[in-house]
């Protein structure tokens, strides 16, 4: 398990032991999906409901009409779950719902429902038990979220509910006015001490974590987690030489990759942080390396396989860092990434 999901399992477990029957609902941003309006809220809904994008249509309707029925009371539950479905890429059928169908035909309209719908949601969990809200990654959330989300804090603060979003500190350039009138408690996180470091290198390498190993990390990694989980790695791994910087140590990791490799990971930068293999095959064509390279890049824990894809069919996998995402695709030339960006398009 890298940094980031320990340290969000026990976000998550610490939560829970602070309030028993606490639900928690989470959601992660892609770059690559700023401009689709509601797709962050999207993620959360179906987490939520436990809808997986790859199960047929017709199961996660039921299965989303179930859960917004567990939390929504009445004969409001179905119009809910018909609106959440929008939001969640559930799309339920308006053939004997005109309510439905006139939402669809009137944009604005279909704004108000769809927020609307999900204050119906969390108003109805939270009155079940606590609610908590994770949002990694808001600096590249999508503005419509940011305004369901912000008016949802307003509408329901009465609630025993509360929003925890992560992000970099550019989401203020992003979002300059962020939630502003709200009850909102900024933390700046400060980097990580030495102290937590050298107990995360002991725990990770076991019998291997010498004095000297130790120490080798404790003096380089700057209070960076990611830092500080590749210098692990390095040690593992038998490596002497360690590099000074994260950006040198990103480097020295892809450039070890065989060059077919390099090759396919940069191609599947092009589709963001999160990618389909047969993506990234397309844009190669007759320079695709041999189907081992996604193997070799999940066995170096580069990219990670993902639990639920996107497109039904297609095997998707994620960079298991935003940097390592931006170290491959900084080393596409302009005229590489003007290509590839029109054959991903396709």
Not at 15 to 26: F, H, N, S, T
Not at 34 to 52: E, M, N
Not at 116 to 140: C, F, K, M, N, R
Not at 293 to 309: D, F, K, Q
Request: glycine residues 8%; negative net charge; hydrophobic residues 45%.
């Amino acid at each position: 398990m890298c940094i980031r999901d320990r340290l969000r399992h026990e976000l998550v477990r610490h939560l829970r032991a602070q309030a028993p029957g606490l639900e928690v609902w989470w959601g992660r941003s892609d770059p690559m999906r700023t401009g689709s309006p509601l797709s962050l809220l999207g993620q959360v809904v179906r987490d939520a409901s436990g809808v997986q994008p790859t199960d047929p249509l017709e199961p996660r309707r039921r299965r989303l009409a179930e859960r917004v029925a567990a939390r929504v009371a009445g004969a409001e539950a179905l119009w809910v779950a018909e609106l959440l479905g929008e939001i969640a890429d559930v799309p339920f059928l308006d053939d004997a719902s005109p309510a439905l169908r006139a939402a669809r035909r009137d944009p604005r309209v279909l704004s108000d429902e769809l927020g609307a719908a999900w204050e119906a949601l969390v108003d109805g969990a939270s009155a079940i038990g606590p609610l908590v809200v994770v949002l990694e990654d808001l600096q590249w959330a999508d503005p419509a979220t940011i305004r369901v989300i912000g008016q949802s804090m307003e509408r329901l603060e009465h609630r025993p509910w509360l929003v925890v979003a992560l992000a970099r500190p550019e989401v203020h350039d992003a979002f300059p006015r962020l939630w502003e009138g709200r009850a909102l408690q900024e933390i700046r996180l400060k980097p990580l001490t030495r102290r937590a470091g050298e107990r995360l290198t002991r725990e990770a390498l076991g019998e291997r974590a010498t004095p000297e190993a130790i120490e080798r990390i404790a003096a380089r990694f700057e209070g960076n987690a990611f830092y500080l989980e590749e210098l692990i790695r390095a040690v593992a791994d038998g490596h002497e030489e360690l590099p000074d910087t994260v950006l040198g140590m990103v480097q020295a990791r892809l450039s070890s990759l065989d060059a077919g490799t390099r090759r396919a990971l940069r191609a599947a930068s092009i589709f963001g942080e999160r990618f389909c293999e047969s993506g990234a095959v397309a844009l190669l064509g007759a320079a695709a390396p041999q189907p081992s390279w996604v193997a070799a890049l999940v066995e170096r824990e580069i990219v990670t396989a993902r639990g639920g894809a996107t497109f039904a069919g297609e095997r998707e996998l994620a960079f298991r860092h935003t940097l390592l995402h931006e170290g491959a695709y900084a080393t596409l030339t302009e005229v590489d990434r003007v290509l590839g960006h029109r054959l991903a398009a396709e």
